[in-house]
């Protein structure tokens, strides 16, 4: 826990690499989001079912890197499956609803395990992994489906997709020597696929948030 905290405080020394990203919404559902007048909280779900990574399934993908990691070191390819699996319930939703709550203040809150009349699910439908080196950096992307659906019935209402989310972690350019010891940690930063899968989850939460409230604005 420690860790993690240290790394929260860590990231926040450093700009959202990623664009604000267009949603390209299912024309099926209410692309206006017109459910969402007069709410203010929305329960909040991560899925992870059926991602690709690297062009391969899940489990193939982890398999690879487990073989890879562990004839390198032994024991280091275990450590990569847990880490993997771990993020995805803490990391991973943490860089997206800190995105989201920037933009949307307290106008739109979201909560996990919410009995609110709306949820919001963020699945990651592809991500391509990049690569973090202390001399080269590319960054992961990833693809999103955003569905709002009817907490009771599970129906969607509202569907899209975030196409090729960018994320790599950088250090902000303009504070001088303090920025260059910023920018060689950011470097070790992305040694962690994890991390900038994160930033790719910090596209999205920003994504979402400003359409939601584009749409969630109090007419005057």
């Given at each position: 826990?420690?860790?993690?905290?240290?790394?929260?405080?860590?990231?926040?020394?450093?700009?959202?690499?990623?664009?604000?990203?267009?949603?390209?919404?299912?024309?099926?559902?209410?692309?206006?989001?017109?459910?969402?007048?007069?709410?203010?909280?929305?329960?909040?779900?991560?899925?992870y079912e059926g991602v690709t990574v690297?062009?391969?399934?899940?489990?193939?993908?982890?398999?690879?890197?487990?073989?890879?990691?562990?004839?390198?070191?032994?024991?280091?390819?275990?450590?990569?499956?847990?880490?993997?699996?771990?993020?995805?319930?803490?990391?991973?939703?943490?860089?997206?609803?800190?995105?989201?709550?920037?933009?949307?203040?307290k106008k739109m809150k979201l909560s996990?395990?919410?009995?609110?009349?709306?949820?919001?699910?963020?699945?990651?439908?592809?991500?391509?992994?990049?690569?973090?080196?202390?001399?080269?950096?590319?960054?992961?992307?990833?693809?999103?489906?955003?569905?709002?659906?009817?907490?009771?019935?599970?129906?969607?209402?509202?569907?899209?997709?975030?196409?090729?989310?960018?994320?790599?972690?950088?250090?902000?350019?303009?504070?001088?020597?303090?920025?260059?010891?910023?920018?060689?940690?950011?470097?070790?930063?992305?040694?962690?696929?994890?991390?900038?899968?994160?930033?790719?989850?910090?596209?999205?939460?920003?994504?979402?948030?400003?359409?939601?409230?584009?749409?969630?604005?109090?007419?005057?």
């Open positions: 826990m420690k860790k993690w905290s240290i790394l929260c405080i860590v990231l926040t020394a450093f700009s959202v690499a990623s664009l604000a990203q267009a949603i390209i919404w299912d024309s099926a559902g209410d692309r206006k989001l017109t459910f969402l007048k007069g709410e203010n909280l929305l329960n909040l779900q991560f899925d690297n062009g391969k399934t899940e489990n193939e993908f982890l398999e690879k890197r487990k073989d890879e990691f562990n004839d390198k070191k032994d024991g280091r390819g275990d450590n990569f499956v847990d880490h993997w699996q771990e993020v995805k319930t803490k990391r991973y939703p943490a860089h997206f609803e800190k995105s989201f709550k920037k933009i949307a203040k996990q395990g919410a009995s609110e009349k709306y949820t919001l699910i963020v699945q990651l439908v592809k991500a391509k992994t990049g690569e973090g080196t202390y001399v080269k950096n590319v960054p992961a992307t990833a693809e999103f489906e955003i569905r709002f659906v009817e907490t009771a019935t599970q129906k969607i209402v509202a569907k899209g997709k975030i196409m090729n989310a960018k994320g790599i972690v950088k250090a902000k350019s303009n504070l001088g020597r303090q920025g260059q010891v910023l920018r060689v940690i950011a470097r070790s930063m992305n040694t962690d696929v994890a991390n900038r899968i994160a930033q790719c989850y910090d596209a999205a939460g920003t994504a979402t948030a400003k359409y939601v409230m584009r749409f969630n604005k109090k007419k005057k």
